[in-house]
């Protein structure tokens, strides 16, 4: 089994496609595009994306990507996202004038960073960053990423733990071409427009009210080509074989101009 992911090998996203999949192999991809578009072509039976951050928020570029593919979320994962201050062996941590890593780990690491009077600088991926230090030999520079990511290259942790809060999860979802009909406690994700009237979006979020059907998630994207349109995506409590969801995704449907499952899979605990 081949499982896709965004980044560099040792990167977050493949850390968490060895804990949900098990020992399975990679394939990194370069961009989210290139992830979704290695499932399309078969080249990998499935993916591993982030859909959000519990400190940054959303990625909206893969909600916009599970629009455009027709593709089905089979599962979710969330992964404890621990930074590390990576370097060189033998450099020393009062050595460091720069810090080189992805935008959000960066600003994750914003307080620490200031604290040392170390300065940022951004590049394409964590675990790329360690690829990059590694490869330019700079004895003034660290990387921010994984301990596997420093492990990989090895290259030397110098301290772990570094993100300015501690609360810091992403969430992952699984995606593959054939539909999963999971088993306990499920989420469903939808998508679905509504027509610019007083009162749309309110009826649209009755149809769980009135059912006590838990949401879990609300996002909404411009939709494009029509401007001051928007998509909403909605994650809630259920899936979408069991009758109360049926009925609530009927009743979505009077309201909706377009309605779409992107997949039932089961709750993450």
Partial sequence: ??????????????????????????????????????????????????????????????????????????????????????????VKKEDIKKAISHPQALGQCAAYLRSHNI????????????KMLKESGARDTAAIASRRAAELYGMQILEEGIEDNPENYTRFLAIQHEVKIPEGESKTSIVFTLKNVPGALFKALSVFALRDIDLTKIESRPLQGSPWEYLFYIDFIGAEHEEITKRALDHLGEYAVMLRVLGSYPRFK
């Fill in 1 to 90: 089994m081949k499982i896709a992911f965004q980044g560099e090998a040792g990167a977050y996203s493949e850390q968490a496609v060895f804990n949900y999949f098990g020992q399975v192999d990679t394939q990194p991809c370069e961009s989210f595009d290139a992830v979704f578009d290695a499932v399309v072509s078969n080249k990998c039976e499935s993916a591993l994306i982030p859909i959000e951050n519990s400190l940054a928020g959303s990625i909206h570029q893969n909600y916009d990507l599970l629009l455009r593919h027709n593709l089905h979320i089979v599962g979710e994962y969330f992964l404890r996202v621990q930074h590390c201050l990576i370097a060189l062996p033998d």
């Fill in 119 to 130: 300065k940022a600088e951004q590049v394409y991926d964590t675990a790329g960053s360690v």
